[in-house]
T-cell receptor
Framework: GAVVSQHPSRVICKSGTSVKIECRSL??????MFWYRQFPKQSLMLMAT?????????EQGVEKDKFLINHASLTLSTLTVTSAHPEDSSFYIC????????????FGQGTRLTVV | SQQGEEDPQALSIQEGENATMNCSYK?????LQWYRQNSGRGLVHLIL?????REKHSGRLRVTLDTSKKSSSLLITASRAADTASYFC????????????FGKGTKLTVNP
């Protein structure tokens, strides 16, 4: 299958700082990218959907000013957690899909964010 | 928002046995997909089944879809210890939405 690379895999940051997570599709053009958050032993909660070159569509309850998503190219999307707080500590996973809703999505390996 | 509800939430079986996981969803879908996640890792796509399909096979995996009941099942035959993981169904809703929304997942443990 296609490869989606997500970096960093782990990050620890101080409260009040910002953290950027990158998601790259290495061998296909990702028309659509998804960002998820996953709490321990729970499912993936969709945060936002982004299409290349347009603004992300955020799910209800997700603060777009806190979780900045940029999808500037067909191979790269970034999620920036701004002014991070301990409650933002979580596992963040990106996913990329080519054109068409009938295509499978490929997932990055996730980023474990710990805010201290 | 969560679309799918898997059951059981946890399943423990012996190697060689079959494992069946079910997923129910609420709204009309374009397709339904099953994914696998090993602990603390990303997800791996297993099978995609379209709304006009009823059954699909891939190796030891068999997926069924019943759109009238808004449910799907994933069967893993002749399970192995390496199949131990969490399994999630995800749906793409009908209409213009691009979303891929996940259910709560089933934690499968295959004992050697």
């Amino acid at each position: 299958g296609a490869v989606v690379s997500q970096h960093p895999s782990r990050v620890i940051c101080k409260s009040g700082t910002s953290v950027k997570i990158e998601c790259r599709s290495l061998d296909f053009q990702a028309t659509t990218m998804f960002w998820y958050r996953q709490f321990p032993k729970q499912s993936l909660m969709l945060m936002a959907t982004s299409n290349e070159g347009s603004k992300a569509t955020y799910e209800q309850g997700v603060e777009k000013d806190k979780f900045l998503i940029n999808h500037a190219s067909l191979t790269l999307s970034t999620l920036t957690v701004t002014s991070a707080h301990p409650e933002d500590s979580s596992f963040y996973i990106c996913s990329a899909r080519g054109q068409g809703r009938d295509t499978e999505a490929f997932f990055g390996q996730g980023t474990r964010l710990t805010v201290v | 928002s969560q679309q799918g509800e898997e059951d059981p939430q946890a399943l423990s079986i012996q190697e060689g046995e079959n494992a069946t996981m079910n997923c129910s969803y609420k709204t009309s879908i374009n397709n339904l997909q099953w994914y696998r996640q090993n602990s603390g890792r990303g997800l791996v796509h297993l099978i995609l089944i379209r709304s006009n399909e009823r059954e699909k096979h891939s190796g030891r995996l068999r997926v069924t879809l019943d759109t009238s009941k808004k449910s799907s099942s994933l069967l893993i035959t002749a399970s192995r210890a390496a199949d131990t993981a969490s399994y999630f169904c995800a749906t793409v809703p009908q209409g213009g939405s691009e979303k891929l929304v996940f259910g709560k997942g089933t934690k499968l443990t295959v004992n050697p």
